[in-house]
């Protein structure tokens, strides 16, 4: 990885002005597509000027790939016209689902990994990747669930939809933690079979404690722990740097905050060889 | 047995925990199952706050919170894109029983609705006051106008414009939320990137109004003057223009 695409922040529309002014090295922005998906107007007036400045990553929440359906033709459409008009660096999307019979809960929501779970989702993505003309990024959802019926563990799922599609992983190492803690496997476990090369992106967040139950909830809302660190650490030792997000989408602090987080980041990524 | 899992799964957030029994004991889900529930919600009801501001500034974030909520129920999205979730709020509003003693706050909706529509419109240059003025009499019946894309506008039988307008600047909020009785109309416009406001009376309303549906400059000055007839038509229209609220001069027919 060059030093021009290091580590990025979420961008929020209350920190454009920040975001355009910063010079940070290395820095980059990811956007939810689904956020810009207008005709016109402010909000894709400051996406132009701030993606002729920096790499722009559009991370979509809405496509809803493991839906039992296939993807929303109109919204892959309008994700089209964004990736046009950006020429983003990254575009990934969510291994889980959220639209279904024309209605949507906006949610990542989770599904049993079935053999034919695979096989559909993975006609799913190859749709996606068709329509965009480019690859993409899935990545690892927060499960709160503990459901059975799966054929398949998430990482050989995640691999095997890597081989069929060609399409990378986003690896959302505070997702990981989540889940691990949620459902009760190791994370790190998790993270060291993943496969390296599949992995085009690292996204770390915040997570809080639930009220009631002991779960724990990807918030998006809080800096990120620093046990989440240490698996980004070991993640990032094991498989050499890759752009990596501080991902931020509730409560959301001063810019200058989110940049701290981010520079401990870049970082960490600038002190790991360069992977050929 | 395996199959239904995704219909089940709804049925299972919505509250019947035992429709997931085949891959979930009820006991073993709810924890989780109210996680995602909550989130679902929340995403619904950020998404209407978002969209109604001013409401909000008059109900507060609680009470907004409650009835985005039993609107998401009533009304879910429709679309992975919540920027334009919120189309029938204002209606529903009017309708929703702990809203009965604010009559002003559909109104309010409506306009904070119309706000969000100019503001993800499509660009466009507004027409130049120089081209309008340039018009000669006779072309009038022969060209017609077309509006800015961005551009917005409503009609009330009471001062819901005024009132709205007064609750713009979240640090000097009105003393009181009283209604004049006086029709009043509004217009946003969206001639750069920064949405515009004024009241317009129901000439310039019913102008672009006839404007809208197709009418020729003549027939709009016509229904407008019919509408007011004491309007001040080369004054009004000289204003509309320099608002923005046109984007071009078309033939017509």
Redesign the interface.
């Known amino acids: 990885m060059t030093q021009s695409f290091t580590a990025g922040v979420s961008l929020k529309p209350q920190h454009y002005a920040d975001a355009l002014a910063c010079r940070a090295e290395g820095l980059w922005f990811e956007a939810h597509p689904e956020n810009y998906m207008a005709a016109g107007g402010p909000r894709l007036a400051w996406l132009d000027a701030i993606a002729r400045d920096r790499p722009v990553s559009l991370h979509g929440v809405g496509l809803s790939l493991a839906a039992d359906e296939a993807p929303d033709e109109g919204h892959l459409a309008a994700l089209k016209r964004l990736v046009d008009r950006y020429r983003p660096a990254l575009v990934s999307e969510h291994l889980a689902w959220s639209m279904r019979r024309g209605v949507y809960a906006p949610d990542l929501l989770p599904f049993p990994r079935t053999l034919r779970a695979l096989s559909r989702i993975a006609d799913n993505v190859d749709r996606m990747q068709e329509v965009l003309g480019r690859r993409v990024l899935i990545e690892n959802p927060s499960l709160y669930l503990p459901l059975g019926g799966h054929d398949l563990g998430e990482v050989e799922f995640l691999a095997e939809l890597s081989r069929r599609t060609g399409c990378g992983l986003l690896v959302d190492v505070n997702n990981v933690f989540v889940s691990a803690h949620n459902l009760g496997y190791s994370a790190e476990a998790y993270l060291d079979a993943l496969p390296a090369a599949a992995i085009g992106e690292i996204h770390l967040a915040g997570h809080a404690p639930d009220a009631r139950a002991d779960l724990l909830i990807d918030t998006h809302g809080a800096p990120v722990a620093e046990a989440v660190w240490s698996l980004y650490a070991r993640l990032v030792e094991r498989i050499g740097p890759r752009p990596t997000l501080i991902e931020r989408d509730d409560d959301i602090p001063a810019f200058d905050m989110l940049m701290a987080e981010r520079e401990r980041a870049h970082g960490l990524l600038l002190r790991e060889p360069v992977d050929a | 047995m395996?199959d239904a899992?995704?219909?089940r799964?709804?049925a299972a957030?919505a509250g019947d925990a035992a429709a997931?029994a085949?891959?979930?004991a009820p006991n073993?889900?709810e924890?989780?199952?109210?996680?995602?529930r909550n989130?679902?919600g929340k995403?619904?009801a950020d998404?209407l706050a978002a969209q109604f501001p001013t409401v909000e500034r008059v109900v507060g974030p609680a009470w907004l919170a409650a009835a985005a909520t039993a609107h998401a129920t009533a009304c879910?999205?429709?679309?992975?894109?919540?920027?334009a979730y919120g189309e029938a709020f204002p209606t529903w509003l009017a309708d929703f029983p702990p809203a009965a003693d604010m009559p002003y706050l559909a109104g309010l909706a409506q306009l904070d609705w119309l706000w969000t529509c100019a503001?993800?419109?499509?660009?466009?240059r507004p027409l130049a006051p120089e081209a309008a003025a340039a018009l000669s009499p006779a072309a009038f019946s022969t060209h017609a106008l077309v509006l800015h894309?961005?551009t917005r506008f409503a009609d009330f039988e009471d001062g819901t414009p005024s009132l709205w307008r007064a609750l713009q600047s979240p640090d000097a909020p009105p003393k009181t939320l009283e209604l004049n009785d006086a029709p009043e109309g509004l217009l946003l416009v969206?001639p750069g990137?920064?949405i515009r406001h004024q009241l317009i009376g129901p000439g310039e309303l019913m102008f672009l109004a006839a404007s809208s549906a197709g009418a020729s400059l003549l027939e709009a000055a016509m229904a407008a003057l019919a509408a007011e007839p004491g309007l001040d038509l080369s004054t009004a229209f000289a204003g509309l223009v320099a608002a923005g609220a046109f984007t071009a001069l078309r033939k017509h027919p």
């Open positions: 395996r899992f995704h219909e799964f709804l957030v997931l085949p891959w979930c073993a889900a924890a989780g199952l109210s996680v995602y989130t679902v995403g619904c998404a879910p999205p429709r679309t992975a894109s919540l920027l503001h993800l419109a499509a660009d466009a894309p961005a969206r990137l920064d």
